[in-house]
């Protein structure tokens, strides 16, 4: 039998709350034979939700159990606040629980600056490593790419972004299985105004790094399939992030006015409708939620803000692997190798 | 009648060459009645390919002229190699136009760090622009958002991020006929990390200009429709730009898996096809064929590399537009009344 796993959830996060995180936990429960999972918020209504989700039986059972918080971060809490004025969050206890060895990992939809100054202050960064980064999985026509940093730093030096060079691809390495992930940084294409000099100096760096760099990329390769990991700085990753979720939205409200323009387009959309769920199924974000905090001391998942359940048990998911691949190790053993390696040369 | 246009064209330029520019030069001639154009690059070939395409009638006509230009701007060559080594390239020359008069303005789709650079060198910049920037109409829901800077200029500074908006609010304002765009600043959404000091300091400039800034806007918003013209450094452009074209190919890609997986599906996409015909028309990127070299001048207009004769002809009506609204005067105006308004506070 294989080691149970225990993952915290910060029942209170996110848009929907307990809604979703219910839910989602219920559902992850149902999925992964070896999980165990500590609902952390308000008690009573934590309680009152799993009872009307029908999950009694998996607190009688004792896969399931709920940790009282008497806090909440707001959505826009700022992240000093979170730090200062909430220590009794659900956020905030969900995170504990992972410092003190209670949860293998911690989710959750809350706010994410104050996710990251909580995650970073409780559980601090691996040695080597200045700052974590925010990683996702962007589908691309192959399948996905893991694009960092996605928003948790600006103005990252080229140091920051080997680190975070470091951490995508051993996470790509071990999550995607892949032998020597393709590494690749994020720049524009114009020559000789090519890029900023903190991208010049890490283009340097990872050049010279035994990591599987390919050099430049450009924002639209990140969907090609032709790299593996894309390294940016977060303000970057972020507009970047945000451009593939408004370009993906103004698409389907297009399709959908095409579609609903007069009744011979609706019967054609009638008679295309299978087709359309598929791809819709293909194109779907709660399939891809779920963004990695890495580089601290610990593991710590992002479910997106306005994540259903669907989504939220498939950032659990995201938490899952990362436990029995040992990220965080992982991650430390590799810059330290790399680190080393750069001060032979 | 409405006064003569006189466009320079580099016909040599872009990956297609004279195959799209002498096609799309003709098509725009048939379109615009008021249009002249000037056809730059190697006489003997640009008579063959108008010869070709049955363009010989505007040769009499009077509305169309070859200027013989001996050489040629690769799409790789560096920028700084172009203007020391090819002072008669078809590129320069039909800049050269603009600047001597004959031409009112130039378009060319040709590499864009060497046109930036030529430009830059043959035309200057107007008083109180530091950098040109490049624009362009991005669609939205509700019909286009025009975005700067797309690539010219990296780490800009606050002021430089102000001068694009002044600039681009000019130009939503003269070509969509809008009394006062709404202008955001493309930014973060984290708290308290949100923005670099740049974005910040030129969130202070514009919140106390007479400009209708409407603050901070994300990359989603971009398609939204709520906003007229986002402002953002060339690189974190780019980047956002780039994104848009991987998504729509991606999608595009999957579109098309869907629809050829079976028999069954091939005949709903046959089905479905006027109405899949009439949403590719509607983000078909040629149709936002040409983007504006703006702050510099004269009007120049830098058409896609891989534009074909309807995408050019896109560009040339672009170049028609700036004339008729006389843009870079507007901007000069503009800017002055900004910076007299500042120094009075």
Redesign the interface.
Known sequence: MADRVVISVDAMGGDLGLQATVPGALRALDARPELDLVLVGDETLVREAIERSGGLVHLEAGRLRVQHASQVVAM?????RALRMKKDSSMRVAINLVKQGEAQACVSAG???AL??TARYVLKTLPGIDRPAILTAI???KGHTRVLDL?????SSAEHLFQFAVMGSVLASAVDGLQAPRVGL?N??????K???QVKEANRLLAASSLNYIGYV???????GEVDVVV?D???G??????????????A???KE??T?NPL?RL??L??L???R??RR??DPRRYNGASLLGLRGIVIKSHGGADGLALANAIDVAIDEVHLAVPQRIDHQLEALLTERQAV
């Open positions: 826009d809490d700022l992240p000093s706010n994410t600056g990251m100054a589908p691309s026509i928003g948790a730093n600006v103005d994020l524009i294409g114009e020559e000789e105004i890029g900023n000099d450009e924002g639209d390769d990140v969907f090609s940016c977060g303000f970057v972020n507009v970047s992030l945000k451009t593939m979720e408004g370009v993906a939205k103004m698409i409200h297009f399709m095409e579609f323009r387009t054609a959309g008679i295309a299978p087709v359309l598929a791809f293909r194109v």
